[in-house]
Structure formats: C-alpha cells, structure tokens
C-alpha cells in the first residue's frame, strides 16, 4: 500500500511537469493550429540560461526569473520572425519547421554550453519528510507551482479583456480583426506565454534529469503524449493528461521495470484514444477548414 | 519525365563521383606506405563521449590526450613527425560509434584508432577494426573482450581490466566487512557483468543480498535503488560510469539510505562526481574539503592519483595541463587521458623510422613499457591486456587516498598478489626514453 | 522533345525501364566512388525505402505517422535474429523482415484507425520512441540484447567477385538493389487502382465512402505498406552497420525521415529518393566544412547539426512544395514548352 502511495506522489510530481509541457503545447495549438515539436528546444535553453545564472553565483528564484523572462521573449521572437511565414500553410510544413528549429535550439546550446550535462539545483532539498512516504519540499514546490500556474493563465483567459481577445484571435480571426483586435500581436502573445510555461517546465525537471542539449528530449515526447491524452484543444485536458500520464509511467516503472516507461506511456496513450479518439476533453468540434 | 529522372540521376552520378574521387586520391597527403602516415604527420582517431550519459568527466580524456601529444609535438615530434589526433563525438550509442569509426578509417584513413572509449561502444567495431587491419591501441575501457590476441591481434587494452579489478575490490570487501550484506549495482552489459564476475570470486554467495543492473539509457534508477534499500544492504558495490554513480547518491540521499559504497576506478573520480553532486549536497558550515557526499567511497587505482602533489607524473601532468588545456579542472580523467597518450607515444617510437601497422603492433606486443602506472603492463604477444593489478584507496577530501599496496592478478581464478617493484620517475623532459 | 515511342506507355513497362535505367546507373556510380561514398549510397539506399513508404502513407494517403522508425526497428530486429540465429540468407531475412513489419502495421492501423491528425502523430510518436525499449525489457534481453544490441555478423561478398572485392561496395549493391525493388514495386502500387483509393480517402473522406470506398480499410492498407518498407529498410540497416541496438532507432530518426519526405517532396516517390539523400549527405558534408574550418570543439562537433536545423528551415520557408516541387517549377514550364511545340 505504501509503495502505492509513493509511486503515485512520485507520479503526480512528474505529472505536473508533463502538464506544464502540455499546456504550453495546448495554448500554440489552440491559438495557431501547430504542434511546436521546438517546446523541448525552447525550455532547454531557456533552462540553460537559468544555469549559467546559477553558476554566475544567483539565488534559484532569481534563475527562475531569468528562465521565465527569457522565456516570454523568446515565445515572441519565434512566433514573430518564424512561424508568422508558415502559419498559413500546410500544416506539416509548419512542423518541419518547428523541427528545423528545435535541431537548430539544439546545436546552439551545444556550441555555447557544450554537450556534457549539468547538474540543476532544486528549489528545497530532495529528501523526503519521512523516511517512508517520499514526498519531499521539492517535490510539494513542483506540483504547487504549476496548479499556480495553471490557475494564473486559466483567470487570465476567462477573466480578462486580453484573455477575449486571445481566444477570438485563435478562434475567429476574421471577425476578431473587424472588431479591432491585433490579431498578430494577440498570437505572439500566446506564443509568448506557452514559451513562459514551457520554461518553468524546464526549470522544475532540470534537478532530475540535468542540462543538457539532449536532456530534455522525454520531456518533450511525454508532454505531447499528455497533451494528447487530454485533448489538444483543452487547457484542463492538459493538466489531467500529463496527471494520469505521469502516474501510469509512475505505476509502469514501479510494478512492471523502468525500462520500458515509453512503451507504458503509448500503451497509456492508445488506451485512451480507442476510447476517445480526440482525447479525454474533446468536448467540442474541432475547427474544419 | 523520363528524361529528368536521367538527367537527375547523370548529374548526381558527377558528383557523388566527383566527391568521392576526391576523397580516394586523398588531396596527395599520404606519400609513406601506411596509411595515416606522411613524411611529417601521423593521424591517429579515437571514439570518445563527448555528449551524452557518458560525457561527466570522460569528456576530459581525449582533449588531455591532445594537450600531450600537443606537448610532445612542440618538442618535435616523434622521429620528426608530429601525432594528429582526431577524436570524435559517439554519444556514447554503439550506432554511432559504427558510423564514426567507419569514417576514420574509410575517409580520415586513419593510421591507428587510440582509445576508443566505452565497452558497449567499441565491441560493435573491433571485428571492423581488425577485419580491416588497423591498430586499435589502448581501449578506454576495461572489458576482458581485448585480451584476444588470438580473434583480435589488433586490439589491445589500457587499464586494469573489470575482472582483475572485480576481484581485487571483492578481496578487500571480504576481508574488511565479512558478515555484513553486500548488494551489486552494476552497468548491465560487459562492463558491469564483468565486475560482477570479478566480485563473486572473492564475496562469498550468502552475503550478496540484492543485484541490480542498469542501462545508461534510463536515468531513473530508483526502483534499484528502493529494491537495495528494502534489502538492508550494509555495502554497495558499483561498477557504474560517473553520472550513475551521482544518480545512485541522489536516489539513496532521498530514501535516507547510508550504506558503504565501493566504486569501480572508472565512476569514482572525486572531481567528477563532486561536478555532478554540487547542487545537493548540504552546504553546512563545517570546514570540511570536498564534497561530502561522496567521503569514504572505497575505490581503487593502478596510477598516482590526481591529488597527489608529490608524484613526478602528476607533476608533469600538471604541467602540460597548465600550458594546454587550463580551462579543463586537473582530475582522474585528465591524467588518464595523458597516461595513455604516453603509452602510445612510447609504442610509436618503439614502432621506429616508417612505422607501419603491422609494426606498432608488434612493438606493443614486445612489451616492456613503463609508464605512470603502479602495477606492470600484461602485454606480450600471447596477452593483450593492460594494466594488471591496481591499489585500493579511498576518496578523502577532493581526491583519493591510496592505502596497502598495489595488487596485481590475472583474469581468471589466479591469485592476487602484491606488487613490490616501485614506480618509476617520470622522464625529466617529459617524453619517453629510448 | 520526343514523345514516348507505343512500347513504353503502359505503366508496368515504363517502371520496369525506369527500374533497370537506375540500376545501370547505379552500378556504374557504386564502381566509380570509394569504399566510404559506397557506405553512404547504401545508407541512403535503406533510408529511401523507410522514406517512400512513409510518403505513401503520408503523403498519398494522408495519415501523418511519426512511428516509421518503430518499423525500421521491426525489420533491423528481425534480420538480425534470422540470420544469428537461424542461419537464413539475407534475402528471405529482408522479406520475412517486411513480412513481420506488415504485420506491426496492421495492428498499428487497426489501432490507429480513428486518429486524425496530431492525435495519430502523438500516438505514432510515442510508438516510435516505446517501441525500441522492448529490447531492454528484463525477460527479453537475452534475446534482444538490451542496450548493447544484437551485431549482425557481415556476409562477406561472394567469393566469385574476387577476394579484394570491398565490403562496401558489395553491401550499396544489395541495399540499392533491394531500394529499386521496392521503389518499383511502390510505383506501382500508386499509380493503381489501390493509389487512387488512399488519394480518394486523403482528400475527402466522406466523399470517399459515399463512392463505395471502405475508409478504414484503406487506411490500414496505407499502414501496412508503409509498414513493410520501413521493415525492409530496417533489415538493411541491420545489414549494412553490422547492427541492430535501440540506439539506432531514436526519436530523431522518425522525426528525420519526415522532414526527409517533406524535404523531397510530399507525396512523391522521387522526392523520397532526394530527402534520404539529403539526410545522409547534408551532415556528412557538414562534418567535412566544419572540420576544415578549425574551429573550436564545441561550434565544430554542433555546426553539422546546425547546419541541417537551418537547411530544413530554409527549404520549408523557400520551397513549401520541397526538392521535387522545386524541381518541377523550375523544369516544368520547360519541359511543358518543348512539348507545346511539337
């Protein structure tokens, strides 16, 4: 029973992460109709950047700041220089090129920081507040900063003008534009945005699986697999995918071997789309064109 | 459309050729009869970790051996030829390996690969090696698959191999914690089966309690770690490459779980782990050197460890580190990686005027190196193998302090017996004699 | 220009010209280049047959599958443990590799049938990444080899063709022999009845089963061939590198293949051939520039990779149509000239 309990907290903290990756992949896709294969690319510089912080002597929270901040920018930069030239197109050339990016995110980290991977602090500190059940400050700081997250971003979109003005720009550009709303600005907003949660991502997993260009790789293909589980076009479709994705991996890795915690995650991931083929919350129609 | 598919396929068919004729006459570089041998040059390549699970701390190896070949070079050279090293990036994935390899020797025509690393990595390529007749010297890893002198003339090993080693580490276990439960975490390829082989000859079977394996792969190594917990295990042997010797900390430092831990030489560089564990180890206010999460690791070595100030070798180490690669920090993997570069050195010159392959092997295979090493070499031309024995240390402060005396045996169920002769001073110039 | 004389115009024939036309052409190029460009034409050779079946599947028939590799995987495997274990030659271990491959994509399209979109590339993505971690599941590493991989011993080439005859050569021979087969065979495939199924179903399915067409089964159609091409150039990439290991088969190589047929050119046989092409020459001629330019290690070792992120980028941004549709702007208005002038 205990290791029940273990497997899931170790499996709901991981999750959390998952969602956040999932999120940011839900909000580009929501806003853009793209699948951002550069997420993983993104959060690992960002991520980088946070480090070269920490090894300059700054504190975690001012490494955070710098992850975030450099985050929103480089959600705009992208959006603005990058995907503007492909959005119309066909989908999967919009992918190649987020691709083209993701490799090229990769490489530049390379040259800069170089290929061996680097520890990352964690906020607190790792060991557990008893000795049996494993749930430590750390592990409370990840789960509390992406619910904070989520709720922060959930309010901006429901509460705000911004957030109406964001969801008109994605889901009805045309009319959104003749009622005066910048629709380019309003989409490079939302990229900015996914960058930022994509960064915190980044920052919360780094202590596990250290920095490094390739080191964020499973992040990404579990964030997508969450975002799917959940259903593309749903924000809380995200948090509850990469929830029940975290914790099957969890279960896989515990009862079955921890090798084979992608095959979990695909099983995972079938089981789910046999039933419910657009995801879990795929509540209404998607947009046809 | 037919017409285009020709015209396609004509114009590629130039160019391909056009490249690949190129690449055949070689530009005019090789003039001697080797390959990868010119009137002024020899080019030697090498497969190394440069990225990937494997990079902490063997990333250093190959730019150390450079800096000494760099060394050597600006004295001018062996036999008036300088040595061009060329190591590439395999991320530690035997594909890659394949692929890079293929291209030194195909399309770099590299006279000799030195120090391929890895075990899981350079099995996949030492058939090609010998197949195709090139020198494989001084494998950076310690697998009993290059004492072949019989299926692999070519191939010849460095360090002490994971048997010997196995053994050595399970006497002194034996002999220091008898009664008291032993578990193995080890690499599950020959690396670690090979460890494991070594231990078991010395660890009786009833005190091994628990034996868990591990992919570089897979970085959550927790289930092994709990699994090592629930067992209650007082000593944890590791044959584990650096990164899962700090991840196996980390699990245990969360569970709470203190056992003794004894590490093979090829994952306990102090400097390395302490890289890897800086972040999560307690600053507390104590005045205690180095990283204390990694204090009173058990270890061994079969040179001067890199914290010994004294030793002529790591004096001159230290020096051509200084001149060359002073950005690098001054650990285990640097001196490895200049200790080998020695080695090949002195086989080079041993290989005379215009080596040629065949010849620097059998100046490998004549023996009678010695070099910044505790215990002697094995090779011989019925033996391929290195370093035969190593010195049990332990890890105090930033670096290794050895204790006993150095040990030598051989891979199978000899004896271990001490090794008395001392080791010899380093050349004052630095290169070797003769 | 001329018009095609009465002999050629049935398609069966032309493709068969086609096919023997390659294979001149390749045998005169394979004896002309060194044992390293050999390596890489066989390389290439093994991609191509993985890239045309997955353009078949998403290009012609609309179903983006980011799991081609998980084939691949399939096929390297299984030529492995045939010829180790079994002693088969290579090439019934190269058809019972396409055979096996089939029948992973069979059960992958069944599962598979109602994915659309990024929900298929989600699913194919984590199959493709999953998939090669069975090697290292504790019951079967044994057999599978685990991390370590399974080394496929190489055939050395038959004795009649000399004893000096290069290993390289002989393995471009066998992978670009067993590409012109299998390109044959695909051409033929799409320009027949079941090629204008998977177009009918990719540009409107519900128009598509109004006319009688079964969707899904032409859907699980489209995978299983796509299926037995990637096994097929995984039992050749088994062959060629001496072995099959998970290593081989990671995320980036199911992401490379895409791009490779986004590359060529959606849709299209040919621009299969260019996107492998691209993806085994543009990096290795990377490597060349980057060592010559005597940089430091770290902008050498990554310069490769960069160069090709920015070589994807640039040709999605100046070609949307890839390589082939380059090609046909830029020979097209030409060709179609000369024809208006006859």
Partial sequence: MLRFVNLTLAGITDGMVFSAVALALVLIWRATRIVNFAQGGMLMFTTFLAWSVVRHGGSYWL??????????VLGAVVERLLIRRVEGGPPLNAVITTLGLLILLQAGAG??????????????????????????PSDLFVIGAVAVTAVALLLLFRRTDVGLKMRAAAFAPEVARLLGVRVGRMLTLGWALAALVGSLAGVLIAPSVFVGPNQFDSVLVFGFTAAVIGGLDSPVGAIAGGLVLGCALSYVSGYLSSDIVTLGAFAALITVLMVRPAGLFAGRAGRRV | MIKRMIAGLAALSLALAGCGSGDDSGGGKNKASAPGITATTVTIGSHQPLTGPAAPGYSEISPASKAYFDYVNAGGGINGRKIVYKYVDDVYNPTTTVDVVHRLVLQDKVFAIFNGLGTPTHTKVVDYLNAQRVPDLFVASGCGCWDQAAKHPYTFGWQIDYVREGKILGQYIKQNFAGKKIAYFYQNDDFGQDGVKGLDMYIPKEQVVKRESYQPTNTDVSPQVQAIAAAKADVVVLFSIPAFTALFRLASLKLGFKPQLAVSNVGSDPTTLSGLLENFAKKGGTKVQGNPLIQGIITDAYGAPAGDTSNSWIKLFRKVHDTYIPKLPFDGNVVYGMGAAYTFVQALKAAGKNPTRRGLVDAVEKGGFTGAGLVPFAYSKSSHAGYSGAQIGKISGNTIVLSGTPLTTDAGTGAIQPYTTPQPAAPANGIPPG | MISLPRVLRPTLVRHMALAVLAAVALYVLTNAVGPYRDLQLAQAAYFACAAAGLTVLTGLSGQISLGQGAFMAIGAYTTALLINGRHWPLALALLASAVVAAAAGLFVGIAAARLRGPYLAGATLALAVGLPELASYGPLTDSLGAQNGLSVSPSPPPLALGEAFPLERWQAWIACAAAVVTMFLLANLTRSRFGRTFRAVRDDE?????????????????FVVAAACGGIGGGLLA????????????????????????????????????????????????????????????????????????????????????????????????????????
């Fill in chain 1, 63 to 72: 490494a955070l700041a710098a992850a975030l901040a450099s985050g929103l």
């Fill in chain 1, 111 to 136: 040259m800069i920081w170089g290929g061996t991977p680097h520890s990352y602090p964690p906020a607190f500190t790792i060991q557990g507040f008893t000795r049996d059940l494993l749930l430590s």
């Fill in chain 3, 206 to 222: 519900i128009a598509a089963s109004l006319a009688g067409i079964r969707v899904a089964r032409t859907q699980v159609l489209a």
């Fill in chain 3, 239 to 342: 062959f060629v590198s001496t072995l099959a290991a998970p290593g081989a088969f990671t995320i980036a190589l199911s992401l490379q293949l895409v791009s490779a047929i986004i590359l060529g050119g959606l849709g299209s046989l040919a621009g299969a051939v260019w996107g492998s092409l691209i993806l085994v020459l543009v990096p290795s001629w990377a490597s060349d520039l980057a060592q010559s330019a005597h940089l430091s290690h770290n902008v050498e070792s990554n310069l490769p990779l960069a160069i090709y992120g920015l070589v994807l980028v640039a040709v999605m941004l100046a070609f949307p149509a890839g390589v082939q549709g380059g090609l046909r702007s830029l020979f097209g208005p030409i060709l179609a000239h000369a024809r208006r002038t006859e």
